[in-house]
């Protein structure tokens, strides 16, 4: 029995490895403008999350829901989750006050058209689907899984980074720069989130959250 452990152990880090790997590789495409790939990554990263925890049979170790009550009292998990919000605030006022219109435009270039209010419905759906599925590629796979091979905090760097460069789009490079910056450091936040909570579900509340009021000062 402990030889099997060991041997999914082995699996489950080599697997590991090579789904990041891919999330790198597929995100780094978005430095080509007409390249659509990037947004695979968060796929692949969901797909190797559940494969991961599979191989090395453990339960959920990162997706728990029976235990969000008690992820949310441990120390400054609440805190640090409410913290995107505040930083969000503070960098949507800075861009407008240093950019002016362009930093709006770009924000809601990137995000696509579907930010309008006759497709309000449509935005909740998206906003939620798409803050789980990245804080489940993100957070769950890539930070979860290879900061028990790597050391933490090169983990939190690099998987914040691939998270951030996944956000690049084209336009004015200084408003490009201060916007992919945000999300590095969102994405910072979003991971010592889900480190101190070790659930994802908890930083996806965060996510969700900060997305939701980043929309509401654009749209208002």
Not at 171 to 179: E, F, L, P, S
């Amino acid at each position: 029995m402990k030889n099997e452990q060991v041997h999914n152990d082995k699996k489950s880090v080599v697997l590991t490895v090579i789904g990041a790997a891919i999330m790198i590789l597929l995100t780094i495409t978005k430095v080509v403008p007409s390249s659509k790939i990037a947004g695979i990554s968060v796929f692949v990263g969901i797909a190797f999350f559940f494969i991961t925890e599979m191989v090395s049979k453990t339960e959920r170790t990162g997706l728990r829901f029976n235990t969000i009550p008690a992820d949310l009292k441990k120390r400054g998990v609440i805190l640090w989750a409410l913290m995107p919000v505040v930083i969000c605030i503070l960098t949507g006022i800075a861009g407008n006050l240093i950019f002016h219109e362009e930093y709006k435009a770009h924000i809601l270039g990137r995000a696509g058209d579907i930010l309008t209010f006759d497709k309000i419905a449509l935005l909740i759906v998206e906003v939620v689907i798409a803050g789980f599925g990245e804080e489940i590629a993100y957070r769950g796979f890539f930070f979860g899984k290879t900061s028990k091979i790597f050391p933490v905090c090169l983990c939190a760097v690099v998987s914040s980074l691939t998270f951030a460069a996944g956000h690049i789009s084209e336009g004015n490079i200084a408003v490009v720069i201060y916007d992919v910056a945000c999300v590095f450091i969102d994405s910072l936040i979003y991971t010592a989130v889900y480190y101190k909570s070790g659930n994802c579900l908890i930083s996806t509340f965060s996510h969700i959250l900060a997305n939701s009021v980043s929309i509401v000062m654009l749209l208002f």
